[in-house]
């Protein structure tokens, strides 16, 4: 029975999953990517983010989503970037598409393509065969993505936000990001919002590399911004981390 899943899950994800191309469905739009952040609950800027033309968000943030956040959050989800781990604890948490079409969402979307992010994207159609659509960043977006990260991995947010400001867009804006410097916000990881204990957990993990998140996506905005009209705003928490990191 296991071959026999892992046969049907081969030919599910083969049949279903497209690459994604960010160049293509962000070139020229204006784009709101919110984080996991308490930041993001600092300002009601929900009818802000609803006015823009795409909405990204991350792992488990339809799940976390509720009428009651619109204000700050917005209601719309047009992009999901999502680690295919659907564990509680340490992943991304389950993927259920019946909620996703609630909310609009549009593509979801596995950042890491590599040998162990397409063992995950197999493992999820081994463990639901589910005929789905599903998608992966192109394999020389992802290597430009992780070239300076050596053996630790990007988390799924900056692999958000890396797509995000590569993409040509005429607007971002970037709320819910600190780099594991404030708590998760309500509802997201309510088990690691002390912030020693999620220190903790990212060291036993020891797959990510916050600081190091930091300083590429410093550099990559200061490229962006030299290279591009793509207009970046920064809610005020990550404005002040980038000022005293920069």
């Not at 991304?92 to 969402?105: R, S, V």
Request: with cysteine.
């Amino acid at each position: 029975m296991r071959i026999i899943n892992s046969i049907k899950g081969l030919f599910l994800m083969i049949s279903t999953t497209r690459v994604f191309k960010p160049e293509e469905i962000l070139k020229d739009k204006r784009v709101a990517i919110i984080g996991a952040a308490d930041s993001a609950f600092e300002c009601q800027n929900g009818d802000y983010i609803n006015d823009f033309d795409l909405i990204v968000r991350v792992n488990k943030a339809p799940h976390s989503w509720s009428p009651s956040k619109a204000n700050y959050i917005g209601s719309r989800t047009d992009i999901l970037f999502h680690s295919f781990y659907e564990n509680t604890d340490s992943g991304g948490g389950p993927i259920d598409f019946e909620l996703y079409a609630k909310q609009g969402i549009k593509y979801v979307v596995n950042p890491n393509f590599s040998i162990k992010g397409l063992r995950t994207h197999l493992t999820y159609f081994k463990r639901n065969l589910a005929k789905k659509r599903t998608f992966l960043l192109k394999p020389k977006f992802y290597s430009k993505m992780t070239a300076n990260f050596g053996e630790v991995i990007p988390t799924v947010g900056y692999s958000a936000l890396y797509t995000v400001l590569n993409s040509d867009c005429k607007e971002i804006f970037i709320t819910g990001f600190t780099f594991f410097k404030t708590p998760y916000a309500n509802d997201y990881r309510d088990h690691l919002k002390d912030m020693e204990a999620n220190k903790g957990h990212l060291k036993n993990q020891g797959l990510h590399n916050p600081d190091l998140e930091l300083l590429e996506f410093i550099n990559q905005k200061r490229i962006v911004e030299k290279n591009s009209s793509t207009k970046i705003i920064m809610d005020d928490s990550l404005r002040n981390i980038v000022e005293q990191h920069s």
